[in-house]
């Protein structure tokens, strides 16, 4: 089966406390991308990462790291920074094509609530 | 002004109606537009990407007007298991730009 997965599913964390959210694709598609997702509003841009070991900050990174030491895994930390973690977390991937069709395939994401 | 502005509804409609729901974008140079749909807790998956001459999947039809920036997706006959908010999507270079999404609720 081909897809993208994320675990875990759910997630509480207590003030103050980094964790981290997995990431992990087997369509051998070469970008990844995180979003966040709050009640109302349009998916943001956590990170993205168009090729393993270089990633590109979206409009919302602070408060949030990444890796992407191989093409299948882009795991996110939320740090203790990230001032209002409690959202919804999607992952996705997609091919890279210029101006072309890209369609993004997304994880089942991850609901991160803070105590 | 956002880059994606959609109508966030709801709309309720009964069984068998049609229903039209339409997106502005910002960007003139945008190059890919896609309708997502997301239901309730759940994540984005694709329902159509719209075309420059508009396409068709069975019941749903997309129209992409470049000229005044917008998209719009008609759902014909409507069911129950249409209910889902849809998202309406601009792309830019790689650069996905996501709606906050139309929620459509269809009643029996």
């Known amino acids: 089966d081909g897809g993208i997965t994320q675990s875990p599913k759910y997630l509480f964390r207590k003030e103050g406390q980094n964790v981290t959210l997995s990431c992990e694709q087997n369509?051998?598609?070469?970008?990844m991308y995180w979003y966040r997702q709050d009640p109302g509003q349009g998916l943001r841009l956590i990170y993205y990462s168009q090729i393993v070991n270089d990633f590109q900050k979206g409009d919302i990174a602070e408060g949030y790291s990444v890796s992407r030491e191989k093409k299948e895994s882009f795991p996110l930390t939320v740090t203790s920074a990230q001032k209002n973690p409690t959202a919804f977390y999607l992952c996705?991937?997609?091919?890279?094509?210029?101006?072309?069709?890209?369609?993004?395939?997304f994880g089942p994401g991850t609901r991160l609530t803070v105590l | 002004r956002k880059e994606v502005e959609q109508d966030p509804g709801p709309f309720n409609v009964p069984e068998g109606a049609t229903v039209a729901f339409n997106c502005t974008y910002s960007?003139?140079?945008?190059?890919?537009f896609f309708w997502y749909r997301q239901d309730c807790r759940k994540e984005p998956k694709l329902l159509m990407s719209v075309y420059s001459s508009g396409n068709e999947d069975g019941r749903f039809t997309a129209q992409l007007n470049r000229a005044s920036q917008y998209i719009s997706l008609l759902i014909r006959d409507s069911k129950l298991s249409d209910s889902a908010t849809y998202l309406c999507v601009v792309n830019y270079d790689n650069d996905m730009r996501f709606g906050a999404g139309t929620r459509l609720t269809v009643k029996p």
């Open positions: 996705a991937s997609s091919i890279l094509r210029t101006g072309a069709y890209n369609e993004q395939f």
């Open positions: 369509l051998n598609h070469d970008a």
């Open positions: 960007n003139s140079a945008s190059q890919s």
